[in-house]
């Protein structure tokens, strides 16, 4: 399977709170520092990529935050125009604030158009080879499904037209798989692993775009090896807790329950790691990262996260 | 209705149980990924288990396992009652009736298609057009919209003293609650009546306007007629769904309803949390609680804990070979090795928990209650744990 950096359009999604854009950022910062010439968007305008890269807010045009990366967010009546400005050459473009209010309204009511303003935006800087890598900070699973569907779905929609030519190029970027992935980020827990199975499903079945990797987001270490527990378990012991309180100094009973949390928690995650690694294809692979106990956030943590990345990438 | 018990004097800001026996409608809201499906579950089932009455949690898409617990598991629209045996194989014996149902979009959606139709004729057009099928399956914003709507289709049938109802993730934190707007203003539109007009009348010549012009190079003919079908056949229900509309939202603007934002304590959800709160509080509704979910226990913040957490690291070796003949284990490096490890796991799990304590007091909010429930080992899979988790909600 292609890798992740020698693709030229990766979607990164994930159930909501899994750390999706900073996995996208992390990716699209390791990927710049690697010598691609990168573009990270964020499709969801939260303004959350800003904050993580601790750059100036982002805008439909894209603005370089760091050496060799780009940061934009999307904005679809700013991609209309765009769109309307490199193709049409019409009068009428001049006015096009009422322009863009109808299309706006259409776009309301015909399911897809807004989605094909978005993805033709990102497949345009694609094609126009602006960049290197376009790494998108994609909707949700709940939404995904329906943006990268959209070429498609207005292809079978409409017949004829501008449009229906423009969705052909379109495809045949997203079909693409040395061109075009989905990466989805997940959490080693119940809901984001069940969500990324029928995501997973669903993207086979009604999208055309190739299923890059899956990402493991906040993995917990492993605390001990089986015998090493079994000390653990001794150390537990009422037994032992005079003789342990005397040398700590103090009660150790905080400590031993914190580490008793930390093994369940772990091997309840195992458990739904075990789940999502039997429901995947064995080609797909699947990226570990590893859970940050760190107060702090922002650039820093996305520097982490990368670093994590590339090793998990083989770099 | 059978008469609400009313609540104790005594829970005040740290429980949902004030809150739960004073409205009619609860809207659990938040960011994605804290658990809003489980607590709203667990709040109504506390509900009725402690309030009595009947009690309805209108989820969007639980867990598998949360589902089978209700006993949801196969079911669609329809309300079931989730059996006393599920209370019981809790040890608990309830005082009200707890009801589960789970939102199908599409169903409820062609529900509403044949509440408004004017005719048969009308409904089975619809229902066949190909960009209603698209809206109605796929489009997201008609996921907030038909939530909202089937609350108070739910609701003005009156059969329940208490809805607790779920938000599906949106994509903007404030779509769902301007979802009822939006589709008034949407078919109020004087845009829309403009964009069917030549649909209707063959002796306007459309070609000659520029936003035809424009439109049929992009769009093609052919869909944009498809749209003035969808458009004209929806136009009958026209009334029928501005009506609608406006009385979802007065529903969700009423005394009768609150609001609840829940949220863990992580930085992303947190901020988007706030952001909730204050929309919502700026729309004049009335913001019930904040739950603040996944909360690390307090005893990772004790600082005897971690004096002991560091000694345990730092003096791994020595404490090794003191206590290894009295656990009876020869190999003191396995000791040494368990004892550093068990000690900075304490620290790390400290970092976190005191970050989280951290932001909780930098919480502003105007939230009759902040209820925070702490971290469980597992995820909620059976009745038990979801009435541990309710425990949790009432403050216990």
């Known amino acids: 399977m292609v890798g992740l950096l020698d693709r030229r359009l990766v979607f990164v999604t994930g159930k909501g709170g899994v750390g999706k854009t900073t996995v996208a950022a992390a990716l699209a910062l390791f990927a710049s520092e690697h010598g691609r010439r990168t573009l990270l968007c964020e499709v969801d305008a939260k303004g959350d990529v800003a904050s993580f890269l601790e750059s100036k807010p982002t805008s439909f045009t894209a603005g370089e935050v760091l050496p060799n990366l780009w940061a934009m967010s999307m904005d679809t009546e700013a991609s209309l125009r765009e769109y309307l400005r490199l193709n049409l050459r019409i009068p009428v473009v001049g006015r096009i604030g009422p322009l863009a209010k109808a299309f706006d309204f259409v776009a309301t009511a015909a399911p897809g158009v807004r989605e094909i303003l978005t993805v033709g935006k990102l497949c345009f800087e694609v094609r126009e080879r602006h960049y290197d890598l376009v790494v998108v900070d994609a909707p949700a699973t709940g939404h995904i499904i329906g943006q990268l569907a959209a070429p498609q779905a207005i292809n079978e929609l409409v017949k004829v037209g501008l449009i229906r030519s423009q969705t052909d190029w379109m495809l045949d970027i997203l079909s693409d798989p040395l061109q075009t992935g989905v990466a989805i980020v997940t959490t080693p827990e119940e809901m984001p692993v069940n969500e990324t199975i029928e995501l997973v499903d669903r993207i086979g079945k009604e999208t055309t775009v190739e299923l890059a990797s899956v990402i493991v987001n906040r993995v917990l270490p492993e605390l001990f090896g089986r015998s090493e527990e079994e000390v653990f378990d001794k150390l537990c012991a009422d037994s032992a807790t005079s003789e342990l309180t005397r040398l700590a100094g103090a009660d150790p009973g905080p400590v031993l329950t914190a580490a008793r949390l930390a093994v369940t928690l772990r091997r309840t995650n195992a458990g739904h790691l075990e789940r999502l690694r039997t429901a995947l294809d064995p080609a797909v692979p699947m990226l570990y990262l590893p859970f940050l106990f760190a107060r702090y956030h922002g650039l820093r943590s996305i520097r982490q996260v990368a670093r994590s990345l590339g090793e998990e990438l083989g770099f | 209705m059978a008469p609400r018990r009313a609540p104790e004097a005594t829970a005040g800001r740290g429980s949902l149980e004030n809150l739960l026996a004073s409205r009619e409608i609860i809207v659990a809201c938040g960011p994605g990924g804290v658990g809003k499906t489980t607590t709203a579950a667990a709040a109504a089932a506390m509900a009725a288990a402690r309030g009595g009455g009947k009690v309805l949690v209108l989820t969007i898409d639980p867990a598998r396992r949360l589902a089978n617990a209700l006993g949801l598991e196969g079911i669609g629209n329809t309300e079931r009652r989730v059996p006393d045996s599920a209370f019981a194989s809790a040890g608990i014996k309830p005082r009200g009736q707890l009801f589960a149902a789970m939102l199908d979009t599409k169903e409820s959606w062609d529900d509403l298609i044949r509440h408004h139709a004017p005719d048969d004729r009308t409904r089975d057009e619809i229902l066949a057009n190909p960009l209603y099928r698209n809206i109605s399956g796929r489009f997201v914003q008609s996921h907030d919209y038909i939530a909202m709507e089937r609350l108070f289709e739910i609701h003005s049938e009156g059969i329940y003293d208490l809805i607790v109802v779920d938000t599906p993730p949106t994509r903007n934190a404030l779509d769902f609650l301007d979802a009822p707007e939006r589709m008034a203003e949407f078919f109020s539109s004087r845009l829309l009546r403009w964009l069917i007009v030549p649909y209707r009348s063959r002796l306007v010549n459309f070609a000659s306007k520029p936003f035809y012009q424009v439109a049929d190079r992009i769009l093609g003919t052919q869909f944009l007629a498809d749209i003035a079908e969808f458009f004209i056949l929806f136009q009958s229900m026209y009334d029928g769904f501005i009506e609608r509309a406006r009385a979802v939202q007065r529903l969700l603007a009423d005394r009768?309803?609150?609001?609840?934002?829940?949220?863990?304590?992580?930085?992303?959800?947190?901020?988007?949390?706030?952001?909730?709160?204050?929309?919502?509080?700026e729309r004049k509704l009335h913001l019930g609680s904040i739950v603040l979910n996944k909360v690390l226990p307090d005893y990772l913040r004790d600082p005897a804990g971690a004096a002991v957490a560091e000694r345990l690291r730092d003096r791994a070796q020595e404490i090794a070979e003191a206590v290894a003949p009295t656990i009876g284990v020869p190999d003191t490096a396995q000791v040494r090795r368990v004892l550093a490890e068990v000690g900075q796991n304490?620290?790390?799990?400290?970092?976190?928990?005191?970050?989280?304590?951290?932001?909780?007091?930098?919480?502003?909010?105007?939230?009759?209650?902040?209820?925070?429930?702490?971290?469980?080992?597992?995820?909620?899979?059976?009745?038990?744990?979801?009435?541990?988790?309710?425990?949790?909600?009432?403050?216990?």
């Open chain 2, 256 to 281: 009768r309803t609150s609001f609840i934002v829940v949220s863990t304590l992580e930085t992303v959800p947190l901020r988007e949390a706030e952001f909730f709160a204050q929309a919502i509080t």
């Open chain 2, 346 to 396: 304490y620290m790390d799990y400290r970092l976190v928990a005191q970050s989280e304590a951290e932001k909780r007091t930098e919480l502003f909010t105007t939230a009759e209650a902040v209820v925070s429930v702490p971290y469980f080992e597992t995820d909620v899979h059976d009745f038990a744990g979801l009435m541990r988790l309710g425990a949790g909600l009432w403050g216990e």
